[in-house]
């Protein structure tokens, strides 16, 4: 069964930093790639970075780039996602999502954040940052 398990949510003051991470077990991790997305209320869910286990590229929503960085750890099956510079308009629930047809993050640009590429889904970790 495949399960992915998002953790290190909080509220933080902003200009401040929380790293997520996202979990997963049950299929072969080295194999996909993990999207992180967000979803405020009464707003669509939004992609803000991904990351291709096989080779480690990343791609970033303009939105974060330059304030968010991914890793994985490959031997744990565990991408974190650090969050630095946190502003209060990223306030949102963060989900995690694996998807076996995004090969190359880097390569695939903003295709890699559609949501609709991604197979399975965490239950989700809430961020709220306080102005």
């Known amino acids: 069964e495949v399960q992915l398990v998002e953790s290190g949510g909080g509220l933080v003051q902003a200009g401040g930093s929380l790293r997520l991470s996202c979990a997963a077990s049950?299929?072969?991790?080295?194999?996909?790639?993990i999207g992180w997305f967000r979803q405020a209320p009464g707003k669509e869910r939004e992609g803000v970075s991904c990351i291709s286990n096989s080779d480690g590229s990343t791609y970033y929503a303009h939105s974060v780039a330059g304030r968010f960085t991914l890793s994985s750890d490959n031997a744990k099956s565990t991408v974190y996602l650090q969050m630095n510079s946190l502003k209060p308009e990223d306030t949102a629930v963060y989900y995690c999502a694996a998807s076996s047809r995004i090969t190359d993050a880097q390569a695939m640009g903003v295709i890699s954040l559609i949501p609709a590429w991604y197979d399975n889904w965490g239950q989700g970790t809430q961020v709220t940052v306080s102005s």
């Open positions: 049950g299929f072969a991790f080295d194999d996909y790639s």
